[in-house]
């Protein structure tokens, strides 16, 4: 079978290097891929939100699955362009990718099938946002409703910075046409966590939870990066599992009765206070880097159970997981997620122990291998313990260099 696989950063290698894992794999393209991906894969130069010609290329080389990573295709459109090709491909509709396209669209439906999330009001207008400020305590939080690269949510400690960020969405537009609506919710407390489900038709099953890390420095100090570490699975109290389950009965309850057909991955942001999960966001598409550790772990065919998740026959049995913890630490480029500089070369992989995963996440080759990203490999370690993983995954951290390289020293410690 013929896979294609779209994106290029650690999410795509790690779906990539699983899924060659298949003896029903034979040959895995990969849009754009990475400085790794090379070495498995053949990548292929067609840009993530280029639809029309990813859809000719699968056509042509008769791909039996593509497996979509990023989130812009599918709220673009790609997975009801490609069936309406007759393609089979992994990933919800664009109807159902509004719940990461739109803050709004994922509030409405989380109010009105009473998912517990932050109290919110939405605004097309800066007049009528500025007017209902008063309606808010601080600190309160304001977020563009539309993709921004994860740039689009601003939490305000005061009137005065609720009031700039509002100028900047609506008169400055920082964030163009996705900032034409803005949300305002109230500032949640609590632990962060998230839970990525496969979903086939419009049905649930949670994988296993993974802890992401998004803050640039120890501690969780400096400001949020796409996430710079992960570990799995994280236990959950037994009041915590019954909530997280509520809430997935709710959700299944709501994508029925709005007569969606969600089908993929969908991936939930909660805030977690007392073991009460609120919801923050829903994203349409695996994490990054939850895949990363998440597929070491995965102990069944990849491809098997993207298939029948689009074909409907999954069932909870076939979802398998190691009992073994993963831990990702993942290098990047100086100066991230602000500037950085590209092109720095990278030393050290052959050096690393054979049971250690190096998944590349911003990397490219020109004759050596060099840094193409703020986010650039994924030092990732299998162990028996949290521990082992851990330390396994920091001692061949140490092995690999290039200039200017950073990487949280904190990563599953807490
Ligand atoms: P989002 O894209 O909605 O997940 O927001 C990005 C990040 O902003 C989240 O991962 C949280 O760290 C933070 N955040 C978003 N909404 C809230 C909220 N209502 N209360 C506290 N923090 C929030
Ligand atoms: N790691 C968070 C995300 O993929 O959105």
Redesign the pocket.
């Known amino acids: 079978m013929k896979v294609l696989v779209i994106g290029n950063g650690g999410r795509e290698y790690a779906l990539c290097w699983k899924l060659n894992e298949s003896p029903k794999v034979d040959k895995i393209f990969v849009a754009k891929g990475n400085g790794g991906t090379l070495s498995f894969c053949e990548n292929i130069d067609i840009d993530v939100k280029d639809i029309d010609k990813l859809c000719e290329f699968a056509e042509s080389e008769h791909i039996d699955l593509t497996v979509v990573g990023p989130e812009d295709p599918l709220c673009d459109g790609i997975v009801d362009k490609f069936r309406e090709n007759g393609l089979k491909i992994f990933g919800p509709d664009r109807e159902c990718a509004q719940f990461e396209k739109s ?1 709004e669209f994922t509030k409405k439906f989380l109010e009105k099938y009473n998912i517990p999330t ?1 109290k919110y009001m939405s605004f097309t207008d800066y007049e009528n946002a500025i007017n209902s400020l008063e309606k808010f305590s601080y600190p309160l ?1 304001v ?1 563009a409703d539309g993709l921004c690269l ?1 740039k ?2 601003i ?1 305000c400690q005061n009137s005065e910075e609720a009031k700039n960020a509002l100028y900047k969405i609506f008169k400055d537009r920082v964030f163009g046409s996705e900032g034409d609506k803005v949300v305002i ?4 407390t609590g632990e ?1 966590a998230s839970l990525l489900c496969l979903v086939s038709n419009n049905k649930l099953y949670p994988l296993e939870r993974a802890k992401d890390h ?1 803050q640039i420095y120890d501690g969780d100090k400096g400001p ?1 990066t796409g996430g710079v570490g992960t570990y799995s699975p994280v236990k959950a109290s037994k009041e915590l599992e019954n909530n997280l389950k509520e809430v997935c009965n709710k959700i299944e309850e709501g994508l029925n009765k709005e007569k969606l057909n969600y089908s993929g991955i969908l991936f939930i ?1 909660f ?1 977690i206070e007392n073991d009460k999960p609120r919801v ?2 829903f994203n349409v598409r695996f994490g990054d880097p939850e895949t990363e550790v998440l597929m070491p772990r995965l102990d069944c065919d990849l491809f098997e159970i993207l298939n029948k998740t689009i074909d409907g026959s999954l069932e909870a049995k076939d979802i398998r997981w190691k009992d073994d913890y993963c831990l990702t630490v993942i290098m990047c480029s100086g100066g991230y997620p602000s500037s950085y500089e590209k092109g720095k070369l990278i030393k050290g992989i052959e050096n690393v122990e054979d049971d250690i995963l190096v998944f590349h996440n911003g990397t490219k080759v020109d004759k050596n291998l060099l840094t193409n990203g703020g986010r650039v490999l994924s030092i990732t370690a299998l162990g028996k313990t949290l521990k082992e993983a851990r330390e396994k995954a920091y001692k061949d951290v140490e092995k690999i260099s290039f200039e200017d390289a950073y990487y949280r020293k904190d990563i599953g410690v807490k």
């Not at 919710?185 to 949640?188: I, S, T």
């Open positions: 803050k932050a939080v977020k994860g689009g949510v939490i919710e109230e500032f949640l962060e998004k949020n942001g805030m923050l966001e």
